[in-house]
């Protein structure tokens, strides 16, 4: 998960929420439905991380199938949907590409779903990442978006681009990057300028 929040430039909750319908491995493009803002948006799903995604809807798929065995394996969708596409909240491509451990009774039916992971199941692993990696600042998973945004400006990708992956609603939010960015390039060092 971390690894797709740095590489695709994700908020935590729009990593969770994935949908398995939301990954398209053709075109190499993540689709966040509901984004911050109630906005949609595509971004990049990296190379790298095609056939490591691909080996985990495999196991994804696997533990699906045994929750329909077992009279879960559904997700859980909205009510218009469910009237619209009844037998949606039981197909695989409407399951959470990152799922809850655990099934859980659904509203009044007490039909037995399977939630998306918690943010703070993310959260807590990346802490305690940096923590065994021994870096000695505060880092957030949210820092991974950061250096998503911060890293493609460094390669020289145009602001607005980026401001697009982000889905971020005003440019004045994306420019923060470019700013520090910036500021980076322009200042030198006291202890390189005494050595020069």
């Known amino acids: 998960m971390a690894e797709l929040i740095y590489g695709a430039g994700l908020r935590v909750h729009e990593c969770v929420t994935l949908r398995v319908k939301d990954v398209d491995f053709g075109s190499r493009t993540l689709s966040i439905r ?19 995604l691909q080996q985990h809807l495999l196991r994804v798929a696997t533990l699906h199938g045994n929750d329909l065995a077992r009279g879960g394996g559904l997700a859980p969708i909205s009510d218009a949907l469910a009237r619209k596409y009844p037998s949606a909240s039981a197909s695989f491509p409407w399951q959470y590409v990152f799922p809850s451990a655990s099934l859980r009774p659904w509203g009044n039916s007490g039909r037995l779903v399977r939630w998306h992971t918690s943010d703070s199941t993310v959260q807590r692993a990346f ?40 889905g971020d609603r005003s440019l004045q939010t994306t420019m923060i990057y470019t700013h520090v960015l910036e500021a980076m390039r322009k200042v030198m060092s006291p202890f390189d300028a005494l050595s020069g």
Do not use: Y
């Open 127 to 166: 802490k305690q990442a940096v923590a065994r990696a021994e870096i000695p600042k505060h880092a957030s998973v949210h820092r991974l978006r950061h250096s998503f945004a911060t890293h493609l400006l460094a390669t020289g990708m145009d602001i607005r681009t980026i401001q697009l992956l982000l």
């Open 34 to 52: 509901n984004s911050k803002g109630s906005k949609d948006r595509r971004t990049l799903l990296p190379e790298g991380l095609v056939s490591p």
